[in-house]
């Protein structure tokens, strides 16, 4: 969700003044900072799901009463769940929630609070299929997130990321990777906490093998860890 009337932000800002037109694979898209990941989850088992940018509400509320939708996703987070009701109050159907927000924060809104994408394929009666499409961004140029673990080992007070790990099958790391051939990538951001912490880090071998065979001009991997991590490898 845009809010047109934000304004220039310090984050922007900062990826323009660091980033932007200087670093080869540094690239955003117009409506967001990356490819919001959990749609592309979502449009794997949602085969005839689609994607509505909201960059003027009265114009999304026009838009959504008249779009024969039955239901509604979002991903909640402190900045968008006042727009979010607002945008919600104007749908009839089923509103589905998930994200980062505290799950009673919609309750005013009579939404659907999914912990998982699991929650919401059975409370649609459809199954579930792990993995990752992005038919709705083809060709974009971006940074997308590959993610072969979740959660982190550490227990850092300040860090609400769930302290285990749960690591990615190969198969899906791999599916993951064959999907970014959709887009123009030069450089994919690993979404692991700490990469590292997941045995399955010394697969990204053979991934960047897969990715550069498929794309000559892809560069390689950012990732996020620890001093101590750099230590084991």
């Known amino acids: 969700l845009i809010n047109k009337d934000f304004g220039p932000d310090a984050a922007s800002q900062y990826n323009d003044e660091v980033y932007g037109g200087k670093r080869e694979g540094y690239d955003r898209l117009p409506d967001f900072w990356e490819i919001p990941q959990w749609m592309a989850f979502v449009s794997k088992f949602l085969p005839n799901a689609d994607v509505y940018v909201v960059r003027d509400m009265a114009e999304a509320k026009k838009f959504v009463e008249g779009s024969g939708y039955e239901r509604l996703l979002f991903s909640s987070v402190d900045v968008n769940k006042a727009l979010i009701k607002e945008l919600s109050k104007s749908f009839d159907g089923t509103v589905d929630i998930g994200g980062y927000t505290v799950p009673g924060t919609f309750d005013d809104i009579n939404a659907k609070w999914h912990e998982n994408l699991e929650s919401l394929a059975k409370d649609m009666g459809v199954p579930y299929v792990e993995g990752v499409d992005y038919r709705h961004y083809s060709g974009s140029k971006v940074i997308p997130r590959l993610t072969m673990s979740q959660g982190c080992l550490h227990k850092c007070a300040m860090c609400t990321v769930p302290k ?40 990204l071998e053979n991934v960047y093998a897969a990715m550069k065979k498929a794309n000559p001009s892809f560069k390689g991997f950012i990732i996020q860890t620890t001093g101590t991590q750099m230590l084991k490898f």
């Open 164 to 203: 285990q790990l749960i690591e990615a099958s190969t198969e899906l790391i791999d599916q993951q990777a064959e999907a970014f051939s959709a887009l123009d990538a030069k450089l994919v951001y690993l979404n692991d906490k700490t990469f590292g912490q997941a045995k399955n880090y010394r697969h």
